[in-house]
């Protein structure tokens, strides 16, 4: 199964797939390009921000949350406004933000890693109703962050080290315990990326280098996978009003000569459905 090509924008390293159920509109980020990247029907939409961003949620109609080298944003979406809701790792500029969603609960988790992927500088971070607490340390490029349809479990992976884990959660959504091996793909020399889930449970993984969203079931085991016509796929997203629209970012970053669909917007139409984005609760 091969995607298409949805939008020819080049991202240096596209990230943050967002997929606003109430607007019914589509954003990602050019994490270095420091942009955030939109679609409103054909029309394409963009701002241009100061500082590394990479991770979105929605707020209510007019707002996202956004997630930058160091803080969390409410931005409004048709002035551009933006107002700074807490710092993220502020007191460390060698690290900037990385992978991020929100969960069934409310909350929004996201990923900060070294800016030159130094070892064991990144962590996973959680928001939840005005509450910012890391709760993963010690990680290389937390990345796969995405939720069990029940609520009861999350998953996040380390990219370099080519495993992803499941962490129960509690009724608030908080770390419940330790967290379990999910998938290991070192075997196979694949690298998680970004991940997201389907309404039967399924990931979606994107695998930096390998051109391709895999789909595992909630079991791990293997399912079939979208080819992606670029090399460094690295966030997937369900929308479209069926939520059965898969839309892929991808990069050129360190690619010494890339054509022009590397770093470009990919879509593929699914058999299977995926799950609206909750709503993040301040």
């Not at 048709?78 to 990385?98: H, I, M, Q, Y």
């Not at 930096?208 to 079931?217: P, T």
Request: hydrophobic share 40%; with cysteine.
């Amino acid at each position: 199964m091969m995607a298409q090509l949805f939008d020819a924008r080049i991202c240096e390293l596209g990230e943050g797939a967002f997929w606003h159920p109430t607007r019914q509109q589509l954003f990602w980020v050019d994490i270095i390009g420091k942009r955030l990247l939109g679609r409103h029907g054909d029309t394409a939409l963009e701002w241009q921000f100061d500082e590394c961003l990479s991770a979105l949620g929605w707020l209510d109609y007019d707002h996202l949350i956004v997630a930058t080298e160091t803080a969390l944003w409410k931005f409004q979406i048709d002035s551009g406004a933006r107002t700074k809701l807490v710092e993220l790792e502020a007191d460390c500029p060698e690290n900037r933000s990385n992978d991020g969603r929100a969960d069934p609960m409310g909350g929004f988790w996201v990923g900060t890693m070294g800016k030159h992927k130094h070892v064991q500088g990144g962590g996973i971070w959680r928001y939840y109703k005005g509450t910012l607490r890391k709760i993963v340390s010690g990680l290389d490029i937390p990345n796969s962050i995405c939720f069990s349809p029940d609520a009861t479990v999350a998953y996040w992976s380390d990219t370099s080290q080519q495993k992803l884990w499941a962490q129960p959660l509690d009724a608030d959504g908080w770390p419940h315990g330790a967290p379990s091996l999910f998938l290991d793909l070192t075997s196979e020399g694949l690298y998680p990326d970004g991940a997201v889930t389907d309404e039967t449970g399924a990931i979606w993984i994107a695998q930096w280098g390998a051109s391709r969203v895999a789909r595992y079931l909630p079991n791990g085991a293997f399912d079939y996978a979208i080819t992606i016509g670029a090399t460094q796929a690295s966030c997937p997203v369900f929308g479209g009003a069926e939520l059965r629209d898969l839309f892929v970012t991808t990069a050129h970053e360190h690619m010494d000569a890339p054509d022009a669909h590397q770093g470009t917007l990919w879509h593929h139409r699914c058999d299977v459905k995926g799950l609206p984005a909750p709503r993040v609760l301040l």
